[in-house]
T-cell receptor, first 109, second 111 residues
Framework: GQSLEQPSEVTAVEGAIVQINCTYQ??????LSWYQQHDGGAPTFLSYNALDGLEETGRFSSFLSRSDSYGYLLLQELQMKDSASYFCAAPNRDDKIIFGKGTRLHILP | DAGVTQSPTHLIKTRGQHVTLRCSPI?????VSWYQQVLGQGPQFIFQYYEKEERGRGNFPDRFSARQFPNYSSELNVNALLLGDSALYLC??????????FGQGTRLTVV
């Protein structure tokens, strides 16, 4: 089977840094993606790690360790607009994406 | 450029009825996938179509079916609706992994 595990909720303070972890068990693993979804909105692609290491995109960074079946999303300089659900996901070659259950990020002023 | 568009945005149906949801992908995208998202959960894969052929199917009953048209738009059909089918149905189009572009979804309520 395929599964991705991530914390259900995380709380952080505006301006701080937060890390959302994801562990996975998948067959035919190609890489790890991250999506953001605001309430009532569509999931939006944030990043993808095909190889081990850190990928940086502005305030967001994502990390992958294939040997540990582990990755994380790092959000820096948190803003209130970053309050959303974040999903780690594993796409396969047929565009089928397996999603984790999502982490609800709460940001305190 | 228009993103992925889905219709209708909201729908209320009665148990036992049938529903058809529609999706238009981003221009140039030949791959369309359907997902079901229950409140508080991640999207669950239902179907993937590429060039009008079904390439993948998730763990959903045969009441769920889909098709893709020559213009790459797609329909998701659900027969004999159950209360448990109430969810947000998302359509995504892609030009290849890893990035999928999602529509705003159709919120289906079965009463």
């Amino acid at each position: 089977g395929q599964s991705l595990e991530q914390p259900s909720e995380v709380t952080a303070v505006e301006g701080a840094i937060v890390q959302i972890n994801c562990t996975y068990q998948t067959s035919g693993f190609y890489g790890l993606s991250w999506y953001q979804q605001h309430d009532g909105g569509a999931p939006t692609f944030l990043s993808y790690n095909a190889l081990d290491g850190l990928e940086e995109t502005g305030r967001f960074s994502s990390f992958l360790s294939r040997s540990d079946s582990y990755g994380y999303l790092l959000l820096q300089e948190l803003q209130m607009k970053d309050s959303a659900s974040y999903f780690c996901a594993a796409p396969n070659r047929d565009d089928k994406i397996i999603f984790g259950k999502g982490t609800r990020l709460h940001i305190l002023p | 450029d228009a993103g992925v568009t889905q219709s209708p945005t909201h729908l209320i149906k009665t148990r036992g009825q049938h529903v058809t949801l529609r999706c238009s992908p981003i221009s140039g995208h030949k791959s369309v996938s359907w997902y079901q998202q229950v409140l508080g959960q991640g999207p669950q894969f239902i179907f993937q179509y590429y060039e009008k052929e079904e390439r993948g199917r998730g763990n959903f009953p045969d009441r769920f079916s889909a098709r893709q048209f020559p213009n790459y738009s797609s329909e998701l059909n659900v027969n004999a609706l159950l209360l448990g089918d109430s969810a947000l149905y998302l359509c995504a189009s892609s030009a290849g992994i890893p990035e999928a572009f999602f529509g705003q979804g159709t919120r289906l309520t079965v009463v």
